[in-house]
């Protein structure tokens, strides 16, 4: 995880989340000119090989691995190298070569071309939601990067990682973009990566702008009144009332002061001054 950068600090959620994510792509840049596994990634079904057998040329070739986790090598026929990292792979194939008298010391080299046996799906309120391949070890925060970051106007303060077994991490966005590690697990494969949509209010009345906006957590009335572009000349925040539906569905009308705090759903209506 990135330390978050002091100029980000203090923007908006949705802007500190992609200047982060800017962040974390620049710091992994390097890694990603040269697209080969790490030594923690495990080959896997559908995973495309680019094999080379050094001053073999005849031998070399691009293998996809099967469903049931095997390669087709010439003189050598099926390798099982589902499960293994790409050095023991390189081993294995040598190993073969080696034993069946085919190639004396045989130098191997296998790299991924294309990453397809391990993918995490990310979505809801992101930029590109789908499902994206595991190429290496990957956080909360480089699932989000692969899909393009957050949706500004809809992404909520909240996501839900849903891990493959079933179980579900709740992910804290605003404490992610703080640098909360705890907020930061790896994915696996299978796991899925749900961005939540952000709770809604409706401002109308003596506001510049009334309409339906984002509702940050802990918003008073006085932030809805700036979030709406602030109160009109005849405004006053003194008065306001906000509609709330109660659990049994009835709708209610509170008076409300600046500190109060409004819900998801609630129509603030800011009322003219008679003075």
Not at 72 to 77: E, I, P, S
Not at 232 to 244: D, L, S, Y
Request: net charge negative; hydrophobic share 40%.
């Amino acid at each position: 995880m990135p330390i978050e950068p002091l100029c980000l600090r203090y923007l908006p959620l949705a802007q500190r989340a992609a200047g982060l994510i800017i962040v974390a792509i620049l710091m992994a840049w390097p890694s990603m000119q040269v697209k080969a596994a790490s030594t923690d990634y495990r080959l896997g079904p559908g995973d495309l090989l680019k094999i080379v057998v050094f001053d073999h040329d005849e031998l070399n070739l691009d293998a996809r691995i099967s469903q049931t986790g095997n390669i087709t090598f010439a003189l050598v026929g099926q390798v099982p190298v589902g499960g293994l990292s790409t050095r023991d792979a390189e081993v294995l194939l040598a190993k073969r070569l080696a034993d069946g008298g085919f190639v004396s010391r045989p130098q191997v080299s296998i790299l991924v071309s294309d990453f397809e046996s391990q993918k995490v799906s990310v979505m809801g309120q992101v930029t590109k939601a789908g499902q994206y391949p595991l190429d290496s070890s990957k956080s909360v925060l480089d699932a989000l990067a692969l899909a393009g970051g957050l949706l500004n106007d809809s992404a909520g303060d909240d996501a839900t990682l849903v891990r493959a077994d079933g179980t579900h991490v709740a992910i804290d966005l605003s404490r992610l973009f703080d640098g909360d590690p705890a907020m930061n697990p790896p994915v696996h494969d299978g796991d899925t990566l749900f961005v939540q949509r952000a709770a809604q209010f409706y401002v109308y009345g003596e506001v510049q702008h009334p309409g339906q906006y984002r509702l940050p957590r802990n918003t008073t009335i006085a932030q809805a009144i700036s979030i709406g572009g602030g109160l009109t000349p005849r405004g006053t925040e003194h008065g306001a009332i906000v509609k709330r539906l109660s659990p049994d569905g009835k709708e209610r009308k509170l008076p409300l002061t600046g500190d109060d705090v409004l819900q998801p759903n609630d129509v603030l209506l800011i009322k003219p001054s008679w003075f």
